[in-house]
Structure formats: structure tokens, C-alpha cells
């Protein structure tokens, strides 16, 4: 099951061009972007060390059963507000691929009929299926897209136009101090490893730390890759004008006798299976934390189906409220907050683990 | 649940499904394929753009078709607006998926470039990868031109700029985000190929230089050889060798391959800053209107080595004089430095850097002939 824990890690990594995380490290590459990326990789991979030895102790479970050890007030609270972080990074990724598939494939059609679509279908996908099975989607969805992510890449840096110089100016600017938002952006994309606090009570055996040696070098490599490609082709100066950054550097990119000329429409497509996926794992974090915490109490089956579907029918209807309220940039503003909120949590998460791990052993 | 909830439950869901009526696409015999835009200055003295669009008709038959295309016009003040009336006119729905070469009319470039650039990078469904060129002397010429080569409309264009068709050290290529790119960045210059109308052709052997809004200067075919040559987008060129310096008389062509250029910029406090460019070319010799022996070549090197320098040097400071950069030392500048104000101090030093070009050029073989 090892290998799982791997897929969560990679999917955070390539779902972070609809997270905003190129946005906001793209708009500040003159003030501290370039910095922000080695400081992001040490304190991601940090966290990530310190998650995983300590959720290493146990076998077999997840955050909820590792709470009872707490007071209820905090337990509930706790779960209340960390599933609500949960929710909306669902929420954010869905509600930007959301735009992002109205604005390239589909203009025609309205933006909250498409969300609909898209929540009904995920509802579905999450009432169904258990954690195992969910990651077995993970790795199939995984193995059909990363080779065609590597074929884009290779079209990228072997591109002729390809500007090395504007790339050298943005990593000269390597001196300033970087912003919390551009810090908190560059770590998301290590933060694949909290997933774990329910996808751990499927995983048979532990987690072998030795082998997460890769980890910081794939992140520092996404994370280069992420800022400087769009830089390379749009130019230091023009690349802060685009509203999509990485949409656009797909349209920069040619396969001129491939099936489709046009790398963009392959590299949308490839995007919503992924963006969706990537929804589908954080809202059962999110779901299946609520419901281990409700069900205790619970003895009737039909009750607990029912609650079930209450929780999910709240995050399709929280969904379509924020579409209906919310435009392009404020999707942006909102997803930058979150982000950023998101780091202190993830802190504070860790260290709980940490705390859990040290009780359980005296 | 038991059976008939399920069931009911699903129906439920299936009539959902129902209720989110959209019928976003239109059948592909339903719509119009624009090939080509071309953007020309307006005759009517009141508008701004004349904007047309060349809308390939599909054949009925494969066998023995011809290419037939319409183009479409509009004047109006705004690429979109144009866009919107040429829509009244035709009946089926524009799609641009399909256009692959943007053509400003040279009266367009004269003026500003920035207006007319706007709309393109904006919207969705322009490609990004389209070639950009100015048309000479208008757009409309390059537009409706039937080219008897040409099986399908436009096909020509795209062949000439891109790769798979004919490649010549004449044509420099320009995609509409690089072009976009040159526009924007500080410390390298625009550059659009001119594409020139003849009678039943048209020819690309000119490339234009802008500065950030406008055209400058029109090079020569020869400069535009060598303005390729330092954009490192051509590995092999034919360089012609006269007799003597001053000598009307070629002496000799050599067909140069693989082709690589350096450059650095050099400043110094006591000194003027130097920009020093390290060209070096493989050749072969191509044509020789004198004798050339295999085994003195060291005499027609040195001869070619010189004239090359020359020659590129010319074409440098001939871009200086204009304050234009098309081959980015500037930004190479900017990237090789850390200071905030680079590109102030830039400014102060191109205007009064020296060139030093160096050329290396060794010759591989005479030909098939001794």
C-alpha cells in the first residue's frame, strides 16, 4: 500500500496550477518568489517528516479514532473546522476547473448548470466508494494521465522558443525577502501527505520513511517548473498579465503531427480528470471525518445513511451558493486566503500528531 | 433501501439530468472555418481597422478539388466590433480554431501595434501558436491571393513559417506569443517577417524591427540572413565570399552548417562597455567562381572570416543607431545581473557600447569538386 501515500503526494504536486499557487508565485517573481521556493520545499518536506514518523506509531487507523484520546469540546471542534478546510479545498479546485472548462471547452453553457454537473457526479462517486477504492481510482487516473503530463513537460523544455534569459532574470531577483502568501503557496504543494489522516486506516503496513528521500527533489523540480516555464515563454514582464498562466504556456506548445496539433485542448482534458479526482480525495477526507465523528453515537443504520447524505448534499449545496456568488477574481482571492490560512493549520496539525504519537506511546 | 427506492431514487436523478438544458455545440457543417485574419488601416477615414477574415470552404469532394476560400471585411473602430458585423454576414458560426497566421497590413505597424494586439492574447479560442507577419502593402493583398500551389487556403503561409514546408534563412518565423513576449519584455525587440505580394505569389525575405509600439526599420534580405543567424533560429546559411573587400566579384559561397553564436556583454569601469559576439560556422563550399585549392584554404578562410565580421558588425550597429535589440542583449544583461536598476543602466550603455564581432569559420571540404 505504499505506493498509495506516493499518488496522494504527486496529485497535491500537479493539481497546484488550479490551486492559484503559479498565480500568486507568478505575480510576486520580482519580490521573493524565487526564494520562497526553497523555503517552501524545507518547510513542506519538514512537516511531511514530522506527519508521517508520527503517524507511523500506529497501524491501521485514522485521525477520528486517534481523537477519542481528547476532550469532546476539542473533538468536536476540531473535526468541525478541519473538515470545513477540507471542503473548501475541494471547493476551490472545483470551482476554478469549473471556470477554466466553461471558458476553454464549453462557453456556451452556464457556469452553475456546469458546477451542478460536476458536484451530482462527485456526490455519487464519494456515497459509493470507500477509501481503498478511492485510491485505486487515484492510481488508474495517475497512470493514464502522467504520461502525457512527461510529454507535455518534454514539449516545454525542449521548446525552441524558449527563453533562458527571461528565466535568468526572474532568478536574479533570488535576494528578496519573500511574502507569507508566496511561502504559503509554494508549501501546498508538498501538503499531499494530509491526506492521510483517513487514507492511513486503509494502508496495511507502514510507511517507509527511508524511501521519501525523492520527495523535496520532485517538489523543488514541480515547483521550478511551475513558475519558470510560463516565465520562459511569456517573457519576465508579459507573464503577469495572464489571468490563466499555465493555460496559456499550454497554448504556446505545439505536437505539429500529433493526433491534436494543439497541446492546450489534450492539457484541459488531462486537468479535469485530475482536478476532479483531486476534488473527490479532499472531500472524503472531509466527509469521512464528519461522519466517523457523528456515527458513534449513532446505532440505526438507516440514520447513518441518512446523515450521509446530508453531508454530502451540504457540500454540493455550499458549492453552488459560493458559484452563484463568487467571479473569477474573487475565486482567486478566495482560494489566496485559503492558502494561506491553510499553512498555520497544517502546523498545528502536525504538532497534534506529534502530541498523539508521544500519549499513546507513554 | 430496498429495490423500488433505488429505483426511484435513480429516476429522480436521471430527471435532474433533464432539467440542465444546454446544447453548447454546433455541428461542424454548421460553422465557418477562419484560416487567416488580417487587420489593414481602414479606408474610410472614420474608422480604425479594417478587419477580414479568410474563411476556407470545404470541398464536396476530395478528388481534384480547388482551394476555395471567401474573404470577409468590416471596418469599425474595434477588432471586436468588426468581428460581431462580419457574424451578421455569414450565416454559419465563426470558428477560429483553425487560424494559424495573423497578417497586420504595414499601415497598422507604422502606427501602434499594442491596439491591434489586445484582442488576440485575450481571447480564449485565438491560438497562441498562430504566425504573425506583416503584409506589404496591405493585408487584403496577402489575403486574397490565390497561389496555384496552394491545395488548401492559406496552406502556404503556414508551410512558408513553419518547419515542415520550405525552410529558408530568409523567413523569420514569429508565433503570436513570442511576438507578444519581444512586446512586453524589456531588453529584447519585436521582430515580424514582411510578407510581400508579387504578382501570383508573395515573398518572405524581409523582417521588420519594432520598438514597443511601432515599426522602426525594414532589414535588407541579406541582414535579415544575418539577424537569423544571431537569433540562433537557422543551423545553416549560405554566406557569399567576394574577391575583395571593396570588390563588386564574389569569390566564392559557402553553404555554412551548423552555425552557433555567442555573445557577451563586457563592461568595464575604465573602458567603453563591448558586446562581444563568437560566431562559428562548418561549411562547405557551394559555388566558387575562381579556382579554390584543397589545399590552400586558409587564404579564402580568412577572406570569408572577415567579410562575415563585417557584415554582422554593419547590421549591429545599424540596430544601435535605432536603439533597437532584437537579439536581446539586454535581457541577457538583465539576467546577468542582480542590481534592481539593470535596465536603467542598460539604456545608458547600449547607446555607446562597441561591438566586437569574431568570426570562426572552417571549411570542411571543397565539394564534389577539388
Redesign the interface.
Known amino acids: 500500500m505504499n505506493r498509495y501515500f506516493y499518488y496522494l503526494l504527486i496529485l497535491n504536486m500537479l493539481v497546484n496550477v488550479f490551486l492559484y499557487v503559479p498565480n500568486i508565485l507568478l505575480r510576486e517573481r520580482f519580490e521573493g518568489a524565487v526564494l520562497a521556493i526553497p523555503i517552501g520545499v524545507l518547510i513542506g518536506t519538514t512537516l511531511l517528516f514530522l506527519f508521517t514518523i508520527s503517524i507511523n506509531k500506529f497501524k491501521g487507523v485514522g485521525l477520528p479514532e486517534l481523537l477519542e484520546a481528547t476532550p469532546k469540546w476539542f473533538r468536536f471542534i476540531f473535526v468541525l473546522f478541519f473538515s470545513g478546510m477540507w471542503f473548501i479545498a475541494g471547493a476551490i479546485s472545483l470551482l476554478a476547473f469549473n471556470n477554466v472548462t466553461i ?2 471547452i ?5 457556469d452553475v ?1 456546469m458546477i ?2 460536476f458536484a ?1 457526479f462527485i456526490v ?1 462517486l464519494l456515497v459509493r466508494i470507500p477509501s481503498d477504492r478511492l485510491l485505486y481510482t487515484l492510481e488508474i487516473i495517475l497512470v493514464l494521465n502522467l504520461p502525457l503530463i512527461g510529454l507535455v513537460m518534454y514539449q516545454a523544455y525542449s521548446h ?2 524558449l ?7 526572474v ?2 531577483h533570488y ?1 528578496e525577502i519573500p511574502s507569507w502568501s508566496a511561502i504559503a503557496a509554494s508549501t501546498f504543494v508538498f501538503s499531499g501527505y494530509t491526506n492521510l489522516v483517513i487514507f492511513y486506516r486503509v494502508f496495511k503496513e507502514k510507511i517507509r520513511i527511508r524511501r521519501l528521500w525523492f520527495v523535496p527533489i520532485i517538489g523543488f523540480v514541480n515547483l521550478v517548473t511551475t513558475i519558470f516555464i510560463p516565465i520562459g ?6 507573464i503577469g ?1 495572464l489571468t490563466y498562466p499555465w493555460i ?1 504556456t499550454a ?4 505536437i ?1 503531427f500529433g493526433p491534436v496539433e ?1 497541446v ?1 485542448t489534450m492539457f484541459i482534458l488531462l486537468y479535469v480528470s485530475i482536478s476532479m479526482i483531486s476534488v473527490a480525495v479532499h472531500w472524503h477526507v472531509a466527509f469521512e471525518t464528519l461522519k466517523s465523528t457523528f456515527h458513534i453515537k449513532l446505532k440505526s443504520e438507516r440514520i447513518k ?1 441518512r446523515l450521509d447524505w446530508i453531508i454530502l448534499g451540504s457540500f454540493a449545496l455550499c458549492v453552488y451558493i459560493l458559484e452563484l456568488n463568487l467571479k473569477q477574481n474573487d475565486i482567486f482571492v478566495f482560494g489566496e486566503n485559503w492558502l494561506n490560512f491553510r499553512l498555520p493549520c497544517e502546523v498545528f496539525l502536525v504538532l497534534l500528531m506529534i502530541g498523539l504519537s508521544k500519549k499513546v506511546k507513554q | 433501501m430496498n429495490r423500488t427506492k433505488r429505483f426511484s431514487l435513480f429516476m429522480i436523478l436521471i430527471m435532474l439530468v433533464l432539467t440542465l438544458t444546454s446544447c453548447g455545440y454546433k455541428d461542424i457543417d454548421k460553422r465557418a472555418f477562419v484560416v487567416t485574419i488580417g487587420v489593414d488601416k481602414a479606408e474610410n477615414e472614420n474608422k480604425d481597422y479594417k478587419v477580414m477574415l479568410k474563411i476556407a470552404i470545404p470541398p464536396t469532394e476530395a478528388k481534384g478539388a480547388k482551394q476555395e476560400f471567401i474573404v470577409s471585411e468590416q471596418e469599425s473602430n474595434s477588432i471586436t466590433d468588426a468581428v460581431r458585423m462580419i457574424k451578421s454576414k455569414v450565416d454559419k458560426e465563426l470558428d477560429f480554431s483553425h487560424a494559424k497566421a495573423i497578417i497586420y497590413g504595414e499601415d497598422v505597424v507604422n502606427e501602434d501595434i499594442k491596439g491591434v494586439l489586445d484582442w488576440f492574447i485575450r481571447r480564449r479560442d485565438i491560438q497562441k501558436i498562430a504566425w504573425v507577419g506583416i503584409g506589404k502593402p496591405n493585408a487584403e493583398e496577402i489575403l486574397k491571393m490565390e497561389r496555384k500551389v496552394e491545395l488548401l487556403p492559406s496552406n502556404s503561409l503556414f508551410l512558408s513559417f513553419g518547419k515542415t514546408g520550405t525552410e529558408s534563412v530568409y523567413i523569420v518565423s514569429e508565433y503570436l506569443f513570442d511576438f507578444r513576449r519581444r512586446l512586453t519584455e524589456r531588453g529584447i525587440d519585436p521582430i515580424l517577417p514582411v510578407i510581400e505580394a508579387k504578382d501570383q505569389f508573395f515573398q518572405i525575405k524581409n523582417v521588420a524591427v519594432l520598438n514597443t509600439d511601432k515599426l522602426k526599420m525594414t532589414l535588407s534580405a541579406e541582414e535579415t540572413k544575418f539577424l537569423n543567424i544571431m537569433l540562433g533560429r537557422v543551423e545553416n546559411a549560405d554566406i557569399r565570399v567576394k574577391a575583395e573587400a571593396n570588390d563588386e566579384k564574389d569569390a566564392y559561397f559557402l553553404s555554412g552548417n551548423a552555425i552557433t553564436v555567442k555573445y557577451k556583454v563586457l563592461t568595464n569601469q575604465k573602458d567603453a562597455p563591448i558586446i562581444k559576439v563568437d560566431l562559428h560556422v562548418d561549411g562547405v563550399i557551394e559555388e566558387a567562381m575562381k579556382r579554390i585549392s584543397e589545399k590552400h584554404l586558409e587564404k579564402p578562410t580568412k577572406l570569408a572570416e572577415k567579410q562575415l565580421e563585417k557584415k554582422v558588425k554593419q547590421l549591429l550597429e545599424k540596430l544601435q543607431e535605432e536603439q533597437l535589440d532584437p537579439v536581446g542583449f539586454g535581457l541577457k544583461y538583465r539576467a546577468t545581473h542582480l542590481n534592481e536598476k539593470d535596465w536603467d543602466e542598460w539604456k545608458e550603455i547600449y547607446a555607446i557600447a562597441e561591438f566586437q564581432v569574431h568570426a570562426d569559420i572552417s571549411i570542411e571540404g571543397t565539394g564534389l569538386l577539388k
Open positions: 471558458r476553454f464549453n462557453p456556451e453553457i452556464s448548470n451542478t454537473v451530482i455519487l525552441d522558443y527563453s533562458i534569459y527571461s528565466m535568468l532574470e532568478a536574479t535576494k515563454m511569456w517573457g519576465a514582464d508579459g498579465d496559456a497554448d504556446t506548445l505545439q505539429e494543439r492546450v445513511k
